[in-house]
């Protein structure tokens, strides 16, 4: 996992919040990375709504951008485990000749 500033918002979150918003940071839904953390669909969103509350974010987008903002970055290694996430956007973002 990434380091993250001292005093900031992220220090709220238990180290399992701070996995589940590793994965939506990475750009997987709970239903995506439930199987992965070897936790159940409702239980990955029990975490997400308990990392929003913590964040003051209403929405999965604005946790992101929070967790952004004091340092989190996505996590390259673990995404070949999901077959694609955002190197699936990576293709489709890159010049067409």
């Known amino acids: 996992m990434n380091t993250m500033h001292d005093g900031g ?4 979150l238990s180290v ?8 939506l940071v990475n750009g997987h839904g709970p239903a995506r990375f439930a199987e992965h953390l070897y936790i159940s669909r409702n239980t990955a969103r029990t975490h997400v709504k308990h990392v929003l509350s913590k964040l003051g974010a209403h929405s999965c987008l604005e946790a992101v951008s929070i967790a952004v903002s004091e340092g989190m970055r996505p996590d390259h290694m673990g995404l070949s485990s999901f077959g ?3 190197r699936s956007r990576e293709v489709i973002s890159q010049p067409r000749p």
């Open 9 to 12: 918002r992220l220090v709220e």
């Open 16 to 23: 399992r919040e701070r996995e589940v918003l590793q994965q």
């Open 84 to 86: 694609g996430g955002l």
